[in-house]
């Protein structure tokens, strides 16, 4: 650690943040995945309430429901929080310098982020073939209300979710592979902590789109 | 952990070996080289930019006349010719050479940094702004031609092929401003990093000169707001292919949404493309009057308060488009209340001058420029920002003569400043100061013949993106102005050829330059013009402020940031000695 030094004048050095640049340079870049959601959830909530009627949850779809799996999603959810834990488990264990424990929760926390991603592609199709669509069919369109609008936001919102759990799921098999030829240790497990932030972020935006496109 | 790397960085470098020419100036990891790629690229781009300009003019001044070399101009390229000037200069010049160049070139330079935190992803920032730029000149020539719906983009206008007859030029468009914002989103990272973590012992934020004080709140902005754009711009794409309906109202969509994305993006925009601007005039009128910049502190407060003003601001773009009047009366006082900060900066440039030393140099003839044509801009600015005196003068030639006052008088002026100033740290040689205050002189003029008369215009009620204003009766009387502003414009065009013969044969001819030819403090200027690869042999250490020109306590008129005074250095060499 490059302790401050004191300058002429009692001036401190200000040695910068004290953490390391590649995860000051996670935050920031965060930063602005943030505000890319921000975008993405701010246009669904004035396109909601700004339209006359939105399907909603415990309806049935006859009558003006949402068309989605609320029960299957659900358990998705749980399936990418499952995922957040192991990747902290992961990384504590390297942190006491376990490499053994380290290798098995990255190999789950992969499984669990591929699961995620195979059970929302199962999501899509099953509800392609019903006819929700980011241009529903006209069928659906006289049954849901603001289908065209649901179908918009809802295509937009969690297809860019999905395509960032997909993105995270092939750096985190960079990582495993590392991790699995011994790359990681106690004194320098870098890459472990900076996918992880990465990987938290991206469960933290599923909780928020879950509730708000799903849940309300 | 890896913490210590960026400290012990600057050490590591000694053992860097022969690279090949490829891999030290076409993909390089060098800031320097980067900064100095994005020179030529955006440079290119302001070219381009300036030739559509001509072209547009040229149908304002001459409707129906054949140009030379061109031909008539039909309404379709007009429209495409408005649009692509407009992206070009906000996107592909005028944020690039601010952001791409100078904070890529300065930031580690003037911190005492080796490099950027991140030399790769750097390297990577500038490659996707050459697609980027590549896919936007593209959209010229594809089948139905470039995007007519302006550099704004407003949807439903973009979003259905046949409104302006245009489909895949305008998917172009968006594909390219995607690929611009991951390009400023890699930079604005490495900026961010760079700056909070590897300054030079001593180099607190408070010594750090105001360029890089701009750049770094810049970066911040750019962070924050391009992702919006990325946003919106990918919600229009996905209207055009994949038939969705977020801005498109018989489903349901509202083209309202599409304005305050865009805004949302758009008006901290504007001040990614001015304050990096003031940072630097900052440091050349600092230099240019052999006094500190009067108000430090108040300098950086001000930067930090536009910064933060900028995102609550832009309703304003949208007075005339049906929004509430009484959150148009909120975003009219935030919008004024910016006058604050900006008149803080304007008066503390003109403190730093007072009974100052003054070196007309052409950095500083330029930066004097930027001053009084930014004071121009910035008050033209209050008027619109009035609710009701925006009804009169909404989408005129007004807004075009504010937009080029703050834009072309204001950023591009600092860009010229810059450009002149850095030029030997850049290439080791001097530019011609004779031809320098020619180009200064040229551009001051011909800047104001043509765009001052742009207020009488706009005031005359002249629209901003009309093809013919013949075809209007009440614009008539003002057709000889429009030639006028036309003619002006092409001597304008005409008046950059100084700079770019000066460039280039500078560039090989030039007098030598030393490693300090303008006798200014920052760090850049102690090591040799250019640096090497690297930057410092030894890391520096920072004493003191940026700004100790005519110091009582030495007997030249300027006082490097690195430079102990007597009875500092073995305090130091003691303190450091382990480093």
Redesign the interface.
């Known amino acids: 650690m490059n302790e401050a030094i004191t300058l002429p004048g009692g001036v401190k050095a200000e040695p910068g943040m004290r953490i390391y640049n590649q995860k000051l340079g996670m935050w920031v870049f965060l930063a602005s995945e943030v505000m890319f959601f921000t975008g993405l959830i701010g246009a669904y909530i004035i396109l909601r309430f700004g339209a006359s009627a939105w399907a909603l949850p415990g309806v049935p779809l006859d009558e003006g429901g949402t068309p989605l799996n609320i029960n299957l999603t659900a358990f998705n959810t749980f399936v990418l929080i499952c995922s957040s834990v192991t990747m902290v488990k992961g990384f504590a264990s390297i942190e006491q310098g376990d490499q053994k424990n380290l290798k098995r929760f990255l190999l789950a926390t992969v499984l669990l982020g591929a699961a995620f991603v195979g059970i929302q592609v199962m999501e899509y199709i099953e509800l392609a073939r019903e006819g929700f669509l980011p241009h529903c069919s006209e069928e659906l369109a006289t049954v849901v209300p603001s289908c065209h609008l649901f179908g918009s936001t809802f295509y937009t919102m969690t297809g860019f979710h999905g395509a960032h759990v997909s993105i995270g799921v092939l750096c985190m098999v960079w990582v495993t592979v590392k991790a699995f030829r011994g790359g990681y240790t106690k004194e320098s497990h870098g890459g472990v902590e900076v996918i992880g932030l990465y990987w938290h972020f991206v469960d933290l935006v599923w909780i928020i789109l879950f509730t708000i496109v799903y849940l309300i | 952990?890896?913490?210590?790397?960026?400290?012990a960085a600057p050490l590591a470098h000694g053992h860097h070996e022969e690279m090949s020419f490829v891999r030290k100036y076409i993909f390089s990891t060098d800031h320097k080289i980067i900064g100095i790629q994005f020179l030529f690229a955006s440079l290119a781009f302001l070219a381009l930019g300036g030739v559509l300009a001509i072209m547009l003019r040229w149908q304002l001044g001459f409707p129906g006349e054949a140009m030379p070399g061109v031909g008539v101009v039909a309404p379709k390229f007009y429209n495409a010719l408005v649009t692509m000037h407009g992206t070009f200069m906000v996107f592909f010049a005028v944020m690039p050479l601010l952001v791409g160049v100078y904070a890529n070139y300065l930031i580690p330079l003037k911190i005492g940094a080796p490099d950027m935190?991140?030399p790769r992803l750097n390297m990577l920032s500038f490659w996707i702004f050459v697609q980027s730029g590549i896919v936007m000149t593209a959209s010229l020539f594809v089948e139905g031609g470039a995007p007519g719906a302006g550099w704004t983009a407003y949807a439903p206008l973009s979003a259905v092929p046949q409104y302006t007859g245009v489909s895949l030029g305008q998917q172009l468009w968006i594909i390219s401003i995607v690929l611009f914002g991951a390009s400023s989103?890699l930079g604005?990272?490495?900026y961010?990093?760079t700056v909070?973590?590897?300054?030079a012992?001593?180099?607190?934020?408070f010594r750090m000169p105001l360029s890089i004080w701009a750049l770094f709140i810049t970066a911040i902005i750019a962070?924050?707001?391009?992702?919006?754009l990325?946003?919106?711009v990918?919600?229009l794409f996905?209207d055009q292919t994949?038939?969705?309906?977020?801005f498109l109202p018989a489903?349901?969509?509202?083209p309202l949404?599409w304005q305050?994305?865009f805004w949302f993006f758009g008006h901290p925009e504007v001040y990614i493309l001015i304050l990096p601007a003031m940072g630097i005039i900052s440091d050349v009128i600092a230099n240019g009057s052999r006094k500190p910049v009067f108000g430090y502190h108040s300098m950086v407060l001000a930067i930090i308060a536009i910064a933060f003003l900028g995102w609550i601001t832009w309703g304003h773009h949208m007075f005339q488009s049906g929004m509430n009047p009484l959150l148009g009366t909120s975003f009219m006082i935030s919008t004024m209340a910016i006058a604050i900060p900006s008149a803080i900066k304007v008066f503390n440039w003109l403190g730093t001058m007072w009974r100052g030393n003054l070196r007309f140099h052409t950095p500083m003839l330029f930066a004097i420029g930027f001053v009084s044509l930014f004071t121009i801009g910035g008050l033209s600015g209050i008027f619109m920002a009035s609710n009701s005196v925006d009804i009169f003068i909404h989408d005129t030639y007004f807004i075009v003569a504010h937009i080029h006052y703050v834009l072309f008088g204001g950023s591009l002026m600092a860009i010229f400043a810059a450009i002149y100033f850095w030029f030997p740290k850049m290439f080791g040689r001097m530019m011609n100061e004779a031809w320098g205050k020619i180009h200064f002189a040229l551009t001051f003029i011909f800047y104001n013949l043509t765009f001052f008369p742009m207020h009488i215009l706009g005031m005359g009620g002249h629209m901003r993106r009309i093809y013919d204003p013949t075809q209007y009766e009440f614009l008539q009387p003002y057709q000889p102005l429009n030639k006028f502003i036309t003619i002006s414009a092409i001597l304008l065009f005409v008046a950059q050829l100084p700079l770019i013969a000066n460039f280039f044969w500078s560039l090989f001819r030039g007098k030598k330059a030393e490693a300090n030819p303008w006798r200014d403090n920052g760090l850049e200027w102690t090591v040799a013009s250019p640096p090497p690869h690297g930057n410092f042999a030894v890391t520096p250490?920072?004493?003191r402020g940026p700004y100790e020109f005519s110091s009582p306590e030495v007997e030249e008129d300027y006082l490097p940031q690195d430079v102990?005074l007597n009875?500092?250095r073995e305090?130091?060499g003691a303190?450091?000695g382990e480093?």
């Open positions: 952990m890896a913490t210590v790397e960026a400290m935190a991140f989103l604005s990272v490495n961010i990093t909070i973590n590897m300054r012992p001593g180099m607190t934020l962070l924050l707001a391009v992702p919006i990325a946003a919106a990918i919600l996905f994949l038939g969705t309906t977020f489903d349901g969509g509202q949404l305050h994305l250490i920072v004493y102990p009875g500092e305090v130091v303190g450091v480093e």
